[in-house]
């Protein structure tokens, strides 16, 4: 039997509209951290970002008969996680932008590679301020700069995300990092932002399984 860690999502959802319901969980864990890091990034607080969560996971659940493998499976349920996003916020999409020039060999915001994920994750105080620095740049930058920096989608996957052309995710990314630069110490890695606590992790886990078998 293949460890539930080495099936690919593909795997899962194949095993899963055959009657396995119970490895959908694989799937709630494995995109948990993504989906959070979504709901944060548009300023939802921590309920509302999981209530956001849990309606997302469902709706993918629902429709895994129309994801047929021609999208990279985060991308797709990253996109129904925003599209609910937007909803609540009634909004209808982002605007045209001026074009400026482009610099393609920007350096990432983060670049420090040896730090201790747990002690950063446990410092609330950091988890403030790069929560307060985010939460001050216009939606536009802070969902590129999440998309991008947090998240680990590259330029076209986000220029599709965001329906944007790939010079704008790139300019986009560039004055996000402008703006936070200042405010946040570049000591510290992208991938730290936003860490799922596995205790919330559990609870999604419990609320989705339990939503989903009573379908």
Known sequence: MVPSEKLTEAEIIW?????????????????NPYLYKIGRSYNYNHQDTQDLMQETFIDAYRS???FEGRANFKTWIIRIMMNNC???????????EVMQDVNDQSTPMFTHTHSD???????????????????????????????????????????????????????????AKTMLRGEIEKTYSASELFEFNLIYCDAMVENVMKEINGL
């Open 15 to 31: 095993r899963v509209m055959g009657g396995e319901k119970a490895l959908y969980e694989i799937i709630v864990r494995r995109f």
């Open 86 to 96: 937007y909803r609540k916020k009634e909004k209808s999409g982002f605007k045209n």
């Open 64 to 66: 895994l008969s129309q």
């Open 117 to 175: 994920t747990d002690s950063i994750v446990q410092n609330h105080e950091l988890g403030h301020i790069i929560e307060n620095a985010l939460g001050k740049i216009p939606l536009d930058y802070r969902m590129v700069f999440s998309l991008r920096e947090i998240n680990g989608l590259n330029v076209a996957e986000t220029a599709e995300m965001l329906h944007i052309s790939k010079a704008n995710v790139k300019v986009r990314l560039n004055r």
